[in-house]
């Protein structure tokens, strides 16, 4: 399970955590009891969700939060890699402030032995990143920015 502790131990950004889980007991019409996913405390760092991968199930929804942003969808429209094995569900979401992810099982019956497979990228932001997404430049950065006209670089999509 990946936790506040392990992205703090990241050293050579962009860094990518693997991780998996194997939830023992959904029960009926509830919430995984632990989340897979509940970071809240990583900036300035970014982080992307990637490459998830559960096992498919209609009945079994996937919960993202992402800093303000709430994403749903089912796992059982997500690939299954057992029969695709060169395709991965090629979302990512990028978290500035929260990162969460979790199962929601809306049949009446528990469900057991549920897996979910994922990836996490710990990202270092640059200058270039905090201007795409909004973060506060440091006065440092602010001069920085001025003098190599990054922000024009930015606007530009480069």
Do not use: C
């Amino acid at each position: 399970m990946l936790t506040e502790a392990s992205i703090r131990r990241t050293l050579y950004h962009p860094e990518q955590l693997p991780d998996a889980a194997v939830v023992a007991t959904i029960a009926a019409t509830s919430e995984a009891t632990t989340p897979q996913i509940d970071l809240r405390q990583f900036p300035p760092l970014l982080l992307r969700l990637v490459d998830v991968t559960p096992d498919q199930d209609d009945d079994v929804e996937m919960r993202f939060k992402v800093d303000d942003t709430s994403f749903n969808p089912l796992s059982g429209s997500m690939f299954d890699p057992s029969q695709q094995p060169s395709h991965f569900n090629k979302f990512s979401l990028l978290a500035k402030k929260r990162l969460y992810y979790n199962l929601y099982n809306s049949d009446v019956a528990a469900k057991t032995n549920f897996k979910s497979i994922y990836s996490l990228w710990v990202i270092r932001p640059t200058i270039a990143h905090k201007l795409r997404y909004g973060i506060i430049l440091t006065p440092a950065e602010q001069k920085l920015n001025r003098e190599l006209g990054i922000a024009a670089t930015v606007e530009k999509g480069l």
